[in-house]
């Protein structure tokens, strides 16, 4: 694919869809956001500002974004199409793709879990589909307020695979750097340790920086992975070094002292001090999280492997429940997480 004048879709213009798109029709390129008519209704009425952890912050007016809910107006001018919805949407986005998209653009997935390209390649044969990963948090601003903000609260850099579609001159622009990987599965798994985060980030209700600083809270994020590396060594499975430690690293520094986990992993705390996680999000609309390419992903690796996993275990069923009492997070402390008791009841 030669050339930076072709057409980009964002299939699911959520906070990373349309992090994403506001970087790439900042520096030019042809960007449609494919967006719920919420999102729509924001950017049509007062634009976009893309701001980020490193003080930049830039504002692209209304009229200069191209914003449509219709997949139908939208798929079949598509060259490029970054998948951008929750897991739980890869399946209806790919029937959307297969119907109304051209059979040589090019599909990226750019989405949590380990198998949502499989997913998207199993729906769309023949079509060239593109594993992604994107490292860093995006926090939306509150509903209505405009400009709606999509603010990268973390860093790091989008990682492909290697596909020979010239992704990287189109896609890699100020604010979105992307780099190619070798081995996108080990890279998914390799998240998905991270990823684990997510849900006590949305079951204590507390920015993201202050959970991690909080030595009680990496305890339970120690002990599920713990659990998922326990689970795929016995798959055989080699996570990717993602946070600049080695995999099987993570646990021993999550178990520091406050004061030393702080000196050493600073590139890990290096988080915006309001950011939280896509699950608290879900769990504050009332929404339907993404635990089961989460940690019910791991539970069912374990389920192969016979590797017990009594901690991811207790986390699923907490946001399991959160999710069915619709009233946003609950507000749990280290301790309501780790007793065996019923779920509390949420505030």
């Known amino acids: 694919m030669a050339?930076?004048?072709k057409r980009i879709v964002i299939a699911g213009a959520g906070s990373i869809g349309c992090y994403a798109g506001g970087c790439l029709a900042l520096a030019g390129r042809q960007v449609v956001l494919l967006a719920r008519p919420r999102i729509g209704e924001a950017l049509r009425s007062g634009g976009l500002r893309v701001s980020d952890l490193d003080g930049n912050d830039r504002l692209l007016d209304a009229n200069a974004l191209v914003v449509s809910d219709?997949?139908?107006?939208v798929l079949p001018g598509a060259d490029v199409i970054l998948v951008t919805v929750k897991?739980?949407?890869t399946q209806d986005m790919a029937a959307l793709i297969e119907t109304h998209a051209r059979p040589d653009a090019v599909v990226v997935s750019l989405q949590n879990g380990v198998d949502n390209a499989d997913r998207l390649r199993?729906?769309?044969?023949?079509?060239?589909?593109?594993?992604?990963?994107v490292p860093f948090n995006v926090v939306q601003s509150p509903d209505g307020e405009w400009p709606l903000n999509m603010h990268r609260a973390s860093d790091g850099k989008v990682m492909i695979e290697e596909s020979g579609a010239g992704l990287l001159g189109l896609l890699g622009v100020e604010g979105f750097a992307i780099e190619t990987h070798a081995d996108m599965k080990a890279v998914a798994w390799g998240k998905l340790l991270m990823?684990?985060?997510?849900?006590?980030v949305a079951l204590s209700d507390l920015p993201l920086a202050t959970e991690l600083a909080d030595r009680r809270w990496r305890l339970i994020l120690a002990g599920q992975i713990d659990e998922a590396l326990a689970a795929m060594k016995a798959s055989g499975i080699?996570?990717?070094?993602?946070?600049g430690l080695r995999p099987a690293l993570l646990p021993l520094v999550l178990r520091l002292p406050d004061w030393l986990f702080r000196r050493l992993a600073r590139r890990m705390l290096a988080i915006d001090p309001n950011a939280r996680s896509s699950m608290w999000d879900d769990l504050q609309r009332r929404r339907p999280t993404e635990i089961d390419d989460l940690q019910v992903a791991i539970l069912r690796l374990c389920g192969k492997t016979g590797v017990p996993a009594p901690m991811t275990e207790r986390v699923a069923a907490l946001v399991r429940h959160a999710e069915a009492g619709k009233r946003g997070s609950p507000g749990l402390t280290p301790g309501q997480v780790t007793s065996t008791a019923s779920p509390p009841r949420s505030a």
């Open 238 to 243: 080699a996570p990717a070094r993602i946070a």
């Open 122 to 133: 199993g729906a769309l044969t023949g079509r060239m589909v593109v594993a992604g990963m």
């Open 3 to 5: 050339g930076l004048d």
């Open 195 to 200: 990823n684990l985060n997510n849900a006590l």
């Open 87 to 89: 897991s739980s949407a």
């Open 70 to 73: 219709d997949p139908a107006a």
